[in-house]
């Protein structure tokens, strides 16, 4: 290229840059391409965390039970599986302790103990007697029970003292939870974590540990 003057010009342009230049060059190349990296990752890691739906899933819940009438029971949603709190009857309590409906049962002492915490490991499978909390899914198939206290029904058999009945293959368990023998479901139902914030109202999901309300 030449000049005003008919001397040839250096073009810069064509000029190799200073190793400084360079350098600054890929520096600025690099900030560059990981700022958009991080921008085309963003939504990728978001998805792979944890939604907050998710994690309330997975997290305790309360359930008040004041207007429960003895002999009724709610329920309650826990990490996407229904809850039953019953209101035990005097008469269902009673049935529980009687020697003739225990050896009616698989496991009437809930020695399989995956089944219930340690505090619930008793005749009522409760900390309360007169309050069950349980996991009302059938533990052979994964059924839903229908609660039905008629004791004697004709449609489940003469010697049905009241309870849980499976529909979908005949499974019985009795008011407290526990399994009849002979029936397709091996164990008694679960009993989830759980303990009791005011006379009428419990946290479902942790396990404090101890039997006391």
Sequence with gaps: MSGTDGKDVKDDRDATPSPARRKLLVTATSVVGAAGLAAASAPFIASMAPSERARAAGAPIEA??????????LTVEWRGKPVWILR???AMLKILEEPVHRGKLADP?????SQQPAYAQNRSRSIKPQYLVVVPICTHLGCVPTFRPDVG?????????????????????DFAGRVYRNVPA???LVIPPYHYLSETKVEIGEDLGSAKA
């Excluded at 002492?109 to 103990?113: E, I, T």
């Excluded at 058999?157 to 009945?165: E, L, Q, R, S």
């Design 153 to 173: 029904a004709k449609d489940i058999g003469p010697d049905w003292d009241g309870g849980y009945f499976c529909p979908c293959h005949g499974s019985k368990f």
């Design 186 to 188: 091996p164990t008694n």
């Design 88 to 90: 035990r009857t005097e």
């Design 109 to 113: 002492d809930s020695r399989v103990g």
């Design 64 to 73: 008040e039970f004041g207007q429960l009438e003895p002999g009724a029971q």
